[in-house]
């Protein structure tokens, strides 16, 4: 019919000991290839400066509303050199 518990138990055994033999070798894998390429084991820390999402946010708040409303309406030739001096 089938596998007895006995047997089942046995070959669960079997893989966990085969699992942990690549574990140990896949780590030792990867901590080779991090010396060879100089990666530090550290996690990886995001850079501290701010995005451009983050600088322009200040464009939305309501003060500036009236600010933008005048400034599309100026011909296009003013704009383009208001954001030539601008950036």
Avoid: Q
């Avoid at 033999?21 to 060879?36: F, G, I, P, Q, V």
């Avoid at 501290?48 to 933008?68: C, D, G, I, N, Q």
Wanted: charged share 30%.
């Amino acid at each position: 019919m089938g596998l007895r518990r006995s047997e089942i138990d046995a070959r669960l055994a079997e893989l966990a000991a085969v699992d942990a033999r690549l574990a140990d070798r896949a780590k030792a894998n990867a901590a080779r290839y991090r010396a060879e390429h100089g990666i530090s084991d550290e996690p990886y820390a995001f850079p501290t400066y701010r995005s451009a999402e983050e600088k322009k946010v200040w464009v939305h708040k309501w003060w500036v509303w009236p600010l933008r409303f005048f400034y599309r309406h100026l011909p296009i030739g003013i704009r383009s050199r208001i954001k030539r001096i601008a950036t």
